[in-house]
């Protein structure tokens, strides 16, 4: 069932972190002189949950995939079957491709974006820190640039810095926090975020909401956006 009107006030407190985001994971994403509560000048809001990273996935998928829509997954590990299953659990349509390795595959895989109405994201789950999938991200982002389809980046290990993150397009980074193994972060693209107010399936895994809660917190004074 849709969970709609969901206000920040029925959120648990417990599920995210005082903090805005960990000093750590900050400094690796970017280098720019920015505090927790500025992060967001980068064009990026972040969401920091005292869950693992199971949890920050699952509201991603439960919150930003419309319901008469699909989501691609790029099937690249074995972390699939997580991710299948929390689909099915929120009734999320969903259809596996495998990740092109030749100029034919990457050829057909642009064909399906041509007809890109039925998809509303693209998930890639995977080893950010590698070449070759950051080789393999980048020409995926160059297919995605012209559409409207967005991008979901699922970081097994560590975190995207944000520089590589804005050559890519990423919509949405899933990761890992830094100050402590049970914490997780969604990385978000503000113009995206505010596209999913109202979409969450389950009012636990609201992403939307759960963003309200970190504008409610940050101070008053709100400096222009720097992208």
Same mark, same amino acid.
Not at 129 to 136: E, G, I, Q
């Given at each position: 069932?849709?969970?709609?009107?969901?206000?920040?006030?029925?959120? !648990?407190? +417990? $599920?995210? $972190?005082?903090?805005?985001?960990? *000093?750590?994971?900050?400094?690796?994403?970017?280098?720019? *002189?920015? %505090?927790?509560?500025?992060?967001?000048?980068? &064009?990026?809001?972040?969401?920091?949950?005292?869950?693992?990273?199971?949890?920050?996935?699952?509201?991603?998928?439960?919150?930003?995939? =419309?319901?008469? #829509?699909?989501?691609?997954?790029? %099937?690249?590990?074995?972390?699939?079957? #997580? /991710?299948?299953?929390?689909?099915?659990?929120?009734? @999320?349509?969903?259809?596996?491709?495998?990740? !092109?390795?030749? =100029?034919?595959?990457?050829?057909?895989? &642009? #064909?399906?974006?041509?007809?890109?109405?039925?998809?509303?994201?693209?998930?890639?789950?995977?080893?950010? %820190? +590698?070449?070759?999938?950051?080789?393999?991200?980048?020409?995926?982002? %160059?297919?995605?640039?012209?559409?409207?389809?967005?991008?979901?980046?699922?970081?097994? #290990?560590? =975190?995207? /810095?944000? +520089?590589?993150?804005?050559? /890519? &397009?990423?919509?949405?980074?899933?990761?890992?926090?830094l100050g402590c193994s049970v914490t997780s972060v969604v990385l978000a693209k503000r113009s995206r975020l505010v596209q999913t107010e109202g979409t969450s399936r389950n009012s636990m895994f609201d992403l939307h909401g759960y963003w309200q809660k970190t504008l409610h917190r940050r101070? +008053?004074?709100?400096? =222009?956006?720097? @992208?």
């Open positions: 069932m849709q969970q709609l009107g969901t206000t920040f006030k029925q959120l !648990p407190e +417990s $599920v995210m $972190v005082n903090d805005l985001l960990d *000093q750590g994971l900050m400094a690796l994403m970017s280098r720019q *002189q920015l %505090s927790a509560e500025t992060f967001y000048l980068t &064009g990026y809001e972040t969401m920091t949950f005292n869950r693992n990273l199971d949890f920050a996935l699952e509201t991603v998928l439960s919150s930003v995939v =419309p319901f008469e #829509k699909e989501l691609l997954i790029i %099937s690249n590990d074995d972390t699939n079957i #997580k /991710i299948i299953n929390l689909c099915e659990k929120h009734m @999320v349509n969903y259809t596996i491709v495998s990740m !092109p390795t030749t =100029p034919e595959e990457w050829d057909e895989l &642009g #064909k399906v974006f041509t007809n890109y109405r039925q998809f509303s994201h693209v998930l890639v789950s995977g080893d950010v %820190s +590698s070449d070759c999938d950051l080789s393999h991200l980048l020409q995926l982002g %160059s297919y995605l640039e012209n559409s409207r389809i967005g991008l979901i980046l699922h970081c097994n #290990k560590q =975190p995207m /810095i944000l +520089s590589d993150v804005r050559a /890519i &397009g990423v919509d949405y980074m899933i990761c890992n926090g101070k +008053s004074g709100i400096e =222009p956006m720097t @992208v």
